[in-house]
């Protein structure tokens, strides 16, 4: 090749490169545009009417969604109907995963309603689940997943298989089905200790509420539930339980911890108590009106920003919200808007792939209680665990403001539902602070 030709390849060669260059550009561009305007989109707070509409038409768009991530039965054993985490997880399916996506799939009208269900969908998928069930203790174990823990310790295995295990016991019962051993959140081979129960609540570290206040408030519940079954020899460690319980409850904030612990833990303590102990049991926890106030307080501070947020903190702040609504007239009107302007806050959870992800960016590593499920992602999508989340937040902000005529079908008031389980006993708090469990008089 002569010295022209080169320098006529090496200019042909240059304007070339300029133009992959400037395309290269215009595709950033055009990117960052719709990135911009989506953005935009879920940055604007709707008002009430915009929101009805945005959350009627999130069935459909979830259902889609929930497809990418269906896992499609690679052996005879394997039934139709598990889910994985996400579009890049690197497990093909896990129990809570598919625990996670039925939940949402209920939510709609049932399983049966969903696309390629079979008319066996449910029997075979119990009798899948229960061979997960380890027949000393009753845990159900996910190996696969459990091998994705980073940390083995022999504690945080337990608590692992504690989430594992309720999860998958739930999803056989909606099966139809039983779980083939006894099993107990309150002690092993599904008998509850009362003493390893108290002796928990005592040593517990209460600046981890959330996590403290989660197994304190589901054993609470179970303990509760034996006592009206008629296990009268257990109603002492319940009130002397429910005590400790409440004696951690900060008086000024309503929550649960110290007002200097991170917001995430006061408010997951306070839900994960609040709302059992009101729901399952009927006890109205004290302070509930400090908890408004620091609900509408909260909700104004930079601390609750759009930019950052967590999926489960907003749901957290609505549930709460919700507690106080029902419990009394306090602020009625000032907690209302709050749940109005939640919904605004799950869309911008939205992802482009069409589900919800826990944390707004969507790129973030996918955890599930310190197992790895994917790494960072350079583009954003949707997670099981954020969708879920949302979506239970978004239906019981449906009902809690008396809207019709929309995804979810009208359900009782949660004093219905609590009485249809027949409790035997009433719960009581004294002025100073005093639990005491009592039969309640004959109809």
Same mark, same amino acid.
């Given at each position: 090749?002569?010295?022209?030709?080169?320098?006529?390849?090496? +200019? =042909?060669?240059?304007?070339?490169?300029?133009?992959?260059?400037?395309?290269?550009?215009?595709?950033?561009?055009?990117?960052?545009?719709? &990135?911009?305007? #989506?953005?935009?989109?879920? &940055? #604007?707070?709707?008002?009430?009417?915009?929101?009805?509409?945005?959350?009627?038409?999130?069935?459909?768009?979830?259902?889609?969604? !929930?497809?990418?991530?269906?896992?499609?039965?690679?052996?005879?054993?394997?039934?139709?109907? !598990?889910?994985?985490?996400?579009?890049?997880?690197?497990?093909?399916?896990?129990?809570?995963?598919?625990? *996670?996506?039925?939940?949402?799939?209920?939510?709609?009208?049932?399983?049966?309603?969903?696309?390629?269900?079979?008319?066996?969908?449910?029997?075979?998928?119990?009798?899948?689940?229960?061979?997960?069930?380890?027949?000393?203790?009753?845990?159900?174990?996910?190996?696969?997943?459990?091998?994705?823990?980073?940390?083995? @310790?022999?504690?945080?295995?337990?608590?692992? #298989? =504690?989430?594992?295990?309720?999860?998958?016991?739930?999803?056989?019962?909606?099966?139809?089905?039983?779980?083939?051993?006894?099993?107990? @959140?309150?002690? %092993?081979?599904?008998?509850?200790?009362?003493?390893?129960?108290?002796?928990?609540?005592?040593?517990?570290?209460?600046?981890? @509420?959330?996590?403290?206040?989660?197994? %304190?408030?589901? +054993?609470?519940?179970?303990?509760?539930?034996?006592?009206?079954?008629?296990?009268?020899?257990?109603?002492?460690?319940?009130?002397?339980?429910i005590k400790i319980i409440l004696q951690n409850q900060n008086a000024k904030t309503?929550?649960?911890?110290?007002?200097?612990?991170?917001?995430?833990?006061?408010?997951?303590?306070? !839900?994960?108590?609040? *709302?059992?102990?009101?729901?399952?049991?009927?006890?109205?926890?004290?302070?509930?009106?400090? !908890?408004? &106030?620091?609900?509408?307080?909260?909700?104004?501070?930079?601390?609750?920003?759009?930019?950052? @947020?967590?999926?489960?903190?907003?749901?957290?702040? %609505?549930?709460?919200?919700?507690?106080?609504?029902?419990?009394?007239?306090?602020?009625?009107?000032?907690?209302?808007?709050?749940?109005?302007?939640?919904?605004?806050?799950?869309?911008?959870?939205?992802?482009?792939?069409?589900?919800?992800?826990?944390?707004?960016?969507?790129?973030?590593?996918?955890?599930?209680?310190?197992?790895?499920?994917?790494?960072?992602?350079?583009?954003?999508?949707?997670?099981?665990?954020?969708?879920?989340?949302?979506?239970?937040a978004l239906e019981n902000v449906y009902h809690w403001l008396g809207w019709t005529?929309?995804?979810?079908?009208?359900?009782? &008031?949660?004093?219905?539902?609590?009485?249809?389980?027949?409790?035997?006993?009433t719960i009581q708090i004294g002025e100073s602070g005093e639990v005491s469990v009592?039969?309640?008089?004959?109809?």
């Open positions: 090749m002569n010295r022209r030709n080169t320098q006529e390849g090496g +200019q =042909a060669f240059g304007r070339a490169l300029a133009l992959v260059a400037l395309c290269m550009l215009m595709a950033l561009g055009s990117a960052y545009g719709q &990135d911009a305007s #989506r953005q935009s989109l879920q &940055d #604007r707070v709707m008002d009430e009417q915009q929101a009805r509409q945005w959350v009627n038409q999130i069935p459909e768009q979830v259902i889609a969604w !929930l497809k990418t991530i269906q896992h499609q039965p690679s052996t005879p054993d394997e039934p139709w109907g !598990l889910f994985t985490f996400s579009v890049d997880s690197k497990v093909p399916y896990s129990l809570p995963s598919t625990a *996670l996506a039925w939940l949402v799939i209920q939510s709609f009208g049932g399983i049966e309603k969903y696309p390629g269900y079979p008319s066996d969908g449910k029997s075979r998928m119990a009798a899948f689940l229960q061979k997960f069930q380890e027949p000393k203790t009753g845990v159900f174990i996910d190996p696969a997943l459990e091998a994705r823990l980073g940390d083995k @310790s022999e504690e945080v295995v337990k608590r692992f #298989r =504690a989430d594992i295990t309720k999860w998958t016991r739930n999803m056989v019962m909606y099966c139809g089905a039983q779980p083939l051993y006894p099993y107990s @959140s309150g002690g %092993a081979g599904g008998t509850f200790d009362t003493q390893a129960y108290l002796k928990r609540l005592r040593e517990a570290d209460w600046t981890k @509420s959330w996590e403290v206040g989660s197994h %304190a408030g589901f +054993q609470t519940v179970e303990l509760f539930e034996m006592v009206n079954r008629g296990r009268d020899d257990c109603i002492p460690a319940l009130e002397e339980g309503g929550m649960w911890g110290r007002e200097d612990l991170p917001l995430e833990q006061q408010l997951g303590g306070a !839900l994960k108590v609040i *709302l059992r102990f009101q729901f399952n049991m009927g006890l109205i926890v004290p302070h509930m009106e400090r !908890l408004a &106030d620091s609900l509408i307080r909260i909700h104004k501070s930079p601390d609750f920003s759009r930019s950052g @947020s967590d999926t489960i903190v907003a749901r957290n702040v %609505a549930e709460l919200a919700y507690a106080c609504m029902a419990a009394s007239d306090y602020r009625k009107q000032e907690l209302r808007p709050i749940l109005v302007d939640l919904i605004s806050v799950m869309r911008a959870h939205e992802q482009p792939d069409g589900g919800f992800s826990r944390q707004q960016t969507g790129k973030d590593p996918i955890v599930f209680h310190g197992a790895s499920i994917a790494p960072a992602s350079q583009k954003p999508r949707g997670d099981i665990h954020g969708l879920q989340s949302t979506v239970y005529d929309g995804p979810w079908p009208p359900r009782p &008031d949660w004093r219905e539902e609590l009485a249809r389980r027949e409790h035997k006993y009592r039969r309640k008089a004959e109809p």
